[in-house]
């Protein structure tokens, strides 16, 4: 399991931790943002793949902002399987 944080832009949330299993989503929490919608789709979007998250949430904006939650969710599973593809480990804070 690959374990990966993400930190958003143009949003109300400001991170997104998530799990890779192969290219395999699991276990995606957003801090901050209006919960109850983020909850809501992070169940959705469980179990699906890379390919599968970013062909539905790509590209969705809110309001005038150039993103959205679930983009920065789509973004941040690519990032997440590429950065397991090459090796990369993020650095844990205490």
């Given at each position: 399991?690959?374990?990966?944080?993400?930190?958003?832009?143009?949003?109300?949330s400001?991170?997104?931790?998530?799990?890779l299993?192969?290219?395999?989503?699991?276990?995606?929490?957003?801090?901050?943002?209006?919960?109850?919608?983020?909850?809501?789709?992070?169940?959705?979007v469980?179990?699906?793949?890379?390919?599968?998250?970013?062909?539905?949430?790509?590209g969705?904006?809110?309001?005038?902002?150039?993103?959205?939650?679930?983009?920065?969710?789509?973004?941040?599973?690519?990032?997440?399987?590429?950065?397991?593809?090459?090796?990369?480990?993020?650095?844990?804070?205490?």
């Amino acid at each position: 399991m690959y374990h990966y944080n993400y930190v958003t832009e143009h949003t109300c949330s400001q991170l997104i931790s998530l799990d890779l299993d192969g290219d395999v989503v699991k276990n995606i929490s957003f801090m901050g943002g209006c919960n109850g919608n983020l909850q809501g789709i992070s169940k959705l979007v469980e179990g699906m793949t890379v390919d599968k998250i970013e062909e539905k949430l790509q590209g969705i904006k809110c309001g005038r902002k150039p993103t959205s939650c679930p983009d920065q969710l789509a973004k941040a599973v690519r990032k997440a399987y590429e950065a397991q593809k090459n090796g990369e480990v993020q650095e844990v804070e205490d």
